[in-house]
Every structure is written in structure tokens, then in C-alpha cells.
């Protein structure tokens, strides 16, 4: 195999490379997605095209796709037998950002009900004494 050869470029995102052409075309075909995907988000926050809910959702699903394009073209994530550790990695890495941001949602949650009476009744109280 040379490196005009044309299976060289058929592998699919993710897979060892045989060359560095190939690996080459991959890195640059994944910034191409992540930059379309980052313009598309930027359009999608700033026009009003788009019904004015639909705007959330609309950049949730991108942040998602571009989440999707670093997992496969640059962290070179599959579905792959040998790539079982990579995958339990992340799961566990998702799964410990979730707890994180769960916990401290329900800490800051709970914390007003901790805090001492509201400006309002301490004036009541000034204004009583």
C-alpha cells in the first residue's frame, strides 16, 4: 500500500490509521465538523429565525454533535473489543461530572432554607423595637 493508494482513506473515524495521511485527513475532517457545528451554534444563539424556545434545545442538540465529533475524530472513542477501557473510562468520567453537578445543585438548593431570616422581617423586627 502506498500513499495514494485509496484504502488508506477508507477507515472509518476512530480506528488505528496505516499512515499518517490518513490519520491526517481524519484530524482535518473532524475540525471541519467541530467548526461547522461551533458556526452553526453561534447563528443558532443570535438569530431570530428561530422560534425563541426552540433556540435552547436547538444548541443542546448541537453541544451533543460536537461532543459526538471530539469523542470519534479526536479522542478516537469507538464501539470497537479494543477499545472497552476507553469507553468505561468516559462512562465513569460522565458519571462523576453527574454526581458532581448533582450534589452541588441540591447543596445550593437546601442552603436557603439553612440562612438566617430575610432583610425583610429583620426590618420588621427594628421597626417593632
Not at 482513506?9 to 490518513?22: C, I, K, R
Not at 484530524?27 to 458556526?39: C, D, S
Not at 443570535?46 to 465529533?69: D, E, F, R, Y
Not at 469507553?87 to 450534589?103: K, R, S
Amino acid at each position: 500500500m502506498t500513499e495514494e493508494d485509496p484504502e488508506l482513506l477508507n477507515v472509518a473515524p476512530g480506528e488505528p490509521h496505516d499512515s499518517l495521511m490518513s490519520e491526517t485527513i481524519s484530524y482535518v475532517v473532524g475540525l471541519a465538523f467541530a467548526l461547522i457545528l461551533t458556526g452553526v451554534s453561534f447563528w443558532v444563539a443570535s438569530t431570530s429565525a428561530i422560534w425563541g424556545p426552540g433556540v435552547a434545545v436547538g444548541l443542546v442538540v448541537l453541544a451533543i454533535a460536537q461532543m459526538g465529533v471530539h469523542l470519534v475524530f479526536f479522542l478516537h472513542i469507538t464501539s470497537g473489543p479494543d477499545n472497552a477501557n476507553n469507553v468505561l473510562a468516559l462512562a465513569f468520567g460522565v458519571l462523576i461530572v453527574f454526581l458532581v453537578m448533582i450534589g452541588t445543585i441540591w447543596i445550593m438548593y437546601h442552603l436557603a432554607a439553612n440562612m438566617g431570616p430575610p432583610p425583610e422581617m429583620t426590618n420588621l423586627h427594628l421597626q417593632r423595637g
